[in-house]
């Protein structure tokens, strides 16, 4: 199976990078811990609610997250309520904060920088609420880790495309799609992807016509 989704990513992603380009990876300038959080809150959110919800909770505390590990749950609760699931997340949040302060002495991740991709992955995905999609996609925004963070929409075209079985589990085809992409390449091949299921393929009556990969794709769970 290996060997099959990697002759196929070798001819989906030349496409995809044609059509989309082929963006590299630039460093982000907010630090880990911040980009973590906002991914805890827009986890089954929509993008303008996880934003609000996110700067609400930075002007809550001023911008400071060990003033933010001290608050009452009630706080946390009340300044990410937009995004929904509140009291589920606030706990998680707090937790994370108090982690970091655990472990390094000072709220903040920015010693993973230094870690190799495995160790910082590793403590990323022991943390509450952080499961393998939030944690390379943290990884791989922060620091230019070379994984492929695999979410709804690249999902959604892994078993389209018929890379993975139509029952595969997201952790499953994010741990097939990214030993499959070339080395070097998580980045610019979760972009593309990205682009292409939100543009073409779609969850609902996807653009068949228009895609670029239209034949090489067996159209699995695409209604005619």
């Known amino acids: 199976m290996a060997e099959r989704v990697s002759q196929s990513i070798n001819n989906v992603l030349p496409r995809l990078y044609a059509e989309y380009g082929q963006e590299s990876w ?11 959080v906002r991914a805890v809150i827009g986890q089954a959110t929509s993008k303008p609610n996880a934003n609000t919800a996110f700067q609400q909770l930075l002007a809550t505390f001023d911008g400071d997250w060990n003033v933010a590990r001290k608050a009452a749950v009630e706080n946390v609760v009340e300044a ?6 509140a009291e ?13 302060y655990q472990t390094f002495a000072e709220v903040h991740l920015e010693p993973l920088r230094s870690y190799p991709t495995s ?26 880790a070379d994984l492929l963070p695999v979410n709804g929409g690249i999902h959604r075209l892994a078993k389209r495309l018929g890379l993975v079985p139509p029952n595969t589990s997201a952790v499953r085809t994010q741990n097939v799609l990214s030993s499959a992409v070339p080395v070097g390449e998580g980045y610019s091949a979760h972009m593309a992807l990205v682009v292409h299921a939100r543009r073409i393929c779609t969850s609902r009556n996807p653009d068949c016509i228009q895609c670029c990969l239209a034949d090489l794709c067996p159209r699995i769970g695409v209604n005619s």
């Open 88 to 100: 589920q997340r606030a706990p998680r949040i707090l937790a994370i904060l108090d982690r970091c």
């Open 119 to 144: 160790r910082a992955y590793d403590f990323l995905e022991s943390l509450p609420g952080v499961g393998p999609k939030t944690a390379a996609f943290v990884l791989m925004l922060t620091t230019g």
């Open 26 to 36: 630039r460093a982000d300038e907010r630090d880990i811990l911040s980009v973590l």
């Open 80 to 85: 990410i309520s937009i995004a929904g699931l």
